[in-house]
């Protein structure tokens, strides 16, 4: 039996082609990929596609698209053996990490990828990006976890930075290692794979606006910390210190 994977096609530059007449780059209708991308013919699953609305940049991201996505997931989940999220680069880590705590006892891979150039651009990552993050999909090693593919390499999604937008190699892992490598073999590290769960999918909801960051830097004001601090409703705010948790002693803010 074939496997199946079902793409999710949310927009960002992995989804764009260059109009001719016009010179710039719009979105392409993703029904029709397998012009764009005849490999897809050939590989070894079947694929269908979901694309629910206006192909979105991923800065306009927002906590309400992810549950737009977990709900597609669980309503697809029983039909489909392993999922490809298309999604913009600047937002899909912190997509990739929302999803990953939202799909309690995931079973299945849930793969984000993207790419720095556009499809309809000559020398495109967007190709090798699509089709590496499909085989993982249908891969008879099954990766049950929400996971960023990008430039050979596969990362766990809550472990994952954008760190470039200038290089291919546009994600690296933060204090985890790096789970396959697509190289003219896929090696799977499965020391790091998370096992498969037993118990069924659960899909958390409900995430809180009400939360800030405030990263601390030279020359940062009393008013600026004060401003934050004192916004409206806020139940949390991360406050991204120096080193190993130091910030300055001086401001009175911290003494409330
Ligand atoms: N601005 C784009 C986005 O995140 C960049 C990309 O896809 O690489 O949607």
Not at 22 to 32: D, E, G, I, Q
Not at 82 to 89: D, K
Not at 129 to 154: G, H, M, R
Not at 178 to 197: N, Q, S, T
């Amino acid at each position: 039996m074939k496997k199946k994977v079902l793409i999710i096609y949310t927009g960002g530059t992995i989804g764009m082609v260059r109009d001719h007449k016009t010179r710039t780059l719009v979105p392409f209708n993703f029904k029709a990929i397998t012009d764009q991308i005849p490999e897809l013919r050939h590989l070894n699953c079947n694929i269908s596609f979901h694309s629910s609305h206006r192909p979105m940049d991923s800065s306009n991201v927002q906590p309400s698209f992810w549950e737009e996505l977990a709900t597609i997931v669980e309503k697809k989940y029983k039909t489909y053996d392993g999922f490809v999220i298309l999604h913009g680069t600047d937002t899909m880590a912190y997509t990739a990490s929302a999803l990953s705590y939202m799909l309690e006892n995931l079973g299945k891979p849930v793969i984000l990828t993207g790419s720095q150039l556009p499809l309809g651009v000559i020398r495109t990552d967007a190709k090798r990006n699509l089709i590496t993050a499909i085989e993982i999909a249908a891969s008879t090693t099954i990766v049950p976890e929400v996971c960023v593919y990008f430039n050979s390499q596969l990362f766990r999604g809550n472990r994952v930075e954008k760190f470039t937008s200038s290089k291919f190699d546009a994600f690296h892992s933060l204090n985890y290692p790096v789970l396959a490598e697509a190289g003219v073999e896929m090696v799977f590290d499965h020391r790091a794979i998370a096992l498969k769960p037993r118990k069924k999918l659960v899909v958390h909801r409900g995430f809180s606006k009400d939360v800030a960051i405030l990263k601390i830097f030279p020359g940062l004001t009393a008013e600026v910390i004060e401003a934050i601090g004192s916004t409206k409703g806020l139940r949390g705010l991360i406050i991204e210190t120096f080193g190993s948790g130091n910030a300055p002693t001086t401001h009175k803010f911290w003494e409330r």
